[in-house]
């Protein structure tokens, strides 16, 4: 099912490439090549390697040699959704609080019996700290949001 | 080329450039002993850092980067049976064996010893090799420079276990390179993104699709099979302290060494071709040959020798390609093709004819970075190897920190965080429906090039495509790019061949 849907994606991608393609400037005078030039070739040859994908899975089907399987658990939609979480809030939380937020889910995330301190807080704290002190070494401004 | 080298001696005669050599020998080393981390991905991490420091330092840390990465897995192969990179997996046949009759020492003594040989030796073959392949390929103009970068994306497509997915994520990863301003001034699939007018940015992909990637694996795996870096039960994390072997030893093996560093440099030249490949070569080659091949797989020194030396003959192989021509011999010089754009510096010939300086310390680099191993066998292999069981909830949140923050300190901009987060989750997804990633990475460095080149070829013949077929340089790469697309068809009708024989 899964090459169903990624040669669904790459045609997708094709027929949007065709269209912008279509869309560019003529080539130069005397030029044999434009800006829709190596797009179309690329567009083609997508189309021609997703067919190939199709006929295949086609056979494959058949023989019952696809695998399936879901890609995400909860704990992985959740580190995910955390991370776009913090994407969208590390400007206005600032660099240090959210980024020790993260960490410390990802910690949380990683651990599957019990919670160690340590793991959860300690080291995303020391990690903050390094990460911060080499941003200040490097002179790179860092988002310091309302709070820190 | 001997004052190119001198040269380059005088920047080594630098402490500082000494001390990155060392530093990025041991932090390669370091990730390699940890099993599911490569060097590839320490690449990644720190790749966003080097803007900071001059070209030629990051070149150096890059090179002892790789050298390490082939070193350390070699560590956890003997004492835990876990070989931490591809090309230890064959430490692991003798290695631990001797380990376990108490011979560990021993074991790393000839492992690091086959590795300073291997490493020094096709060292000395990739800069004899490279500057004879440089004098022919500054002569391609641009039919030959499309041919053989075309020629690059189906070698590295070829070796791919699925070509047909390897030459979609190759195409994807070119259309990603093809975003933004092109030769004409026109600007193409931005969708609207400022970020996006340059093209793709490389650093955030690299670090999305080798990093981040590992950061949401390791969440999702929870649980599900043995972490990153545990060790398995009953497995202890001490060994024994280094020792040489002895002369008498040493005689015995000097073949052994003389054909591993061949066999390693002529397959770390083949594009797609790892250490592991060299390695298992290597082992099968001394088996055949040697006068006790029962000893092989009950701790034999040949067998340790002939990995060992293999694996780390690579660098020196892989890089005769990556630096002269602009193919990558795998996915680390995939992502260091990346790091010469990053740093400013051209891909390919021109490499070679601009900027001679750099890549002279690339090559002493390569040589010198062998040197290191001797002190991290003595003195660090202990303390690797109790880093290699380290967990996996302290492992991936330094993964985590590095790799968000690198990927905000090249413009100071979420959106590249995004990107990185974008391409993460994408690899991610990759990963699991066997997509690989190194084509994306490829077709994003080399698209300009290939684009470029096209066109120039185009306008050169009047828009015949005749062209790439009537100039014998030309001629010969679309040859091999014929010959290396039909490979895994011929290889896949052999196996076929050979089961319908067995049944």
Do not use: W
């Amino acid at each position: 099912m899964h090459d169903y849907i990624v040669a669904a994606i790459l045609l997708g991608l094709a027929g949007f490439i065709l269209t912008e393609a279509s869309r560019f400037p003529p080539p130069p005078p005397h030029a044999m090549a434009s800006s829709a030039t190596f797009p179309r070739v690329i567009a083609a040859l997508l189309v021609f390697f997703v067919i190939l994908l199709i006929i295949r899975t086609v056979r494959r089907r058949s023989s019952n040699l696809e695998t399936s399987g879901i890609p995400l658990n909860v704990r992985g939609v959740i580190g995910i959704a955390s991370t776009v979480v913090y994407l969208l809030v590390v400007r206005e939380l600032g660099f240090v609080v959210s980024t020790t937020a993260i960490l410390a889910i990802y910690a949380i995330l990683l651990q599957k019996e019990r919670l160690r301190f340590l793991d959860s807080v300690v080291v995303p704290l020391i990690m903050v700290t390094i990460v911060y002190l080499m941003l200040v070494l490097l002179r790179v401004s860092i988002p310091t949001g309302i709070l820190f | 080329m001997i004052e190119g080298v001198a040269g380059a001696l005088l920047t080594f005669a630098n402490p500082q450039i000494l001390l990155m050599l060392v530093a990025g020998v041991l932090v390669g080393a370091v990730f390699s002993a940890i099993p599911g981390l490569t060097s590839t991905l320490a690449l990644a991490l720190i790749l966003p850092f080097t803007f900071a420091i001059e070209a030629t330092a990051a070149f150096v840390f890059m090179i002892g980067l790789f050298g390490g990465g082939l070193y350390g897995g070699m560590l956890t192969a003997i004492a835990l049976n876990i070989p931490g990179a591809p090309g230890s997996v064959a430490t692991t046949f003798d290695g631990y064996p001797l380990y376990l009759k108490g011979q560990g020492g021993k074991a790393i003594g000839i492992a690091t010893l086959s590795s300073v040989i291997g490493g020094m030796g096709s060292a000395i073959i990739l800069t004899l090799a490279a500057v004879q392949l440089a004098r022919i390929a500054l002569r391609f103009g641009p039919p030959e420079t499309f041919a053989l970068t075309v020629f690059g994306m189906i070698a590295v497509v070829s070796i791919c276990q699925d070509t047909v997915k390897g030459a979609l994520c190759g195409l994807f990863g070119v259309f990603l390179g093809i975003m933004g301003v092109d030769l004409f001034g026109t600007f193409r699939f931005n969708f609207g993104m400022r970020e996006l007018i340059s093209g793709t940015p490389l650093l955030p992909t690299v670090v999305g699709m080798f990093a981040m990637v590992k950061v949401f694996q390791s969440i999702n795996d929870t649980g599900k099979e043995l972490k990153t870096g545990s060790l398995p039960k009953g497995a202890s994390p001490s060994i024994a302290r280094m020792q040489f072997p002895t002369p008498g030893e040493m005689k015995r093996l000097l073949g052994t060494f003389i054909r591993g560093t061949l066999i390693g440099t002529f397959i770390g030249f083949l594009p797609g071709a790892g250490g592991n490949i060299a390695a298992f070569t290597a082992y099968n080659v001394e088996k055949r040959i040697s006068k006790t091949p029962d000893e092989f797989g009950r701790g034999s020194l040949e067998g340790l020798a002939s990995a060992e030396t293999a694996n780390n003959a690579v660098p020196g192989g892989s890089l005769i390609p990556t630096i002269t021509l602009g193919i990558p011999g795998d996915q680390f010089t995939a992502v260091l093709l990346g790091a010469f754009l990053i740093h400013g510096l051209p891909i390919g010939p021109l490499l070679f004819r601009d900027h001679q300086d750099v890549i002279y310390i690339i090559f002493l680099s390569t040589f010198l970075m062998n040197l290191v191993f001797i002190p991290i066998g003595f003195f660090a292999s202990r303390p690797i190897v109790r880093v290699a069981a380290t967990r996996n909830s302290i492992l991936i949140p330094i993964i985590a920190a590095f790799s968000l923050t690198g990927m905000y300190a090249i413009a100071t901009t979420v959106t590249n965080m995004g990107i990185g987060v974008f391409f993460g989750v994408v690899a991610l997804f990759m990963h699991r429906y066997d997509y690989p990633v190194a084509p994306v990475i490829l077709g994003l460095i080399l698209s300009t090039l290939i684009e470029d080149s096209l066109v120039q070829s185009l306008i050169m013949s009047g828009g015949s495509v005749m062209i790439f077929v009537t100039r014998p340089i030309s001629l010969l790469f679309v040859a091999l790019s014929v010959l290396f697309a039909i490979l895994p068809m011929l290889r896949r009708q052999g196996k076929q061949a050979t089961n319908e024989m067995k049944q």
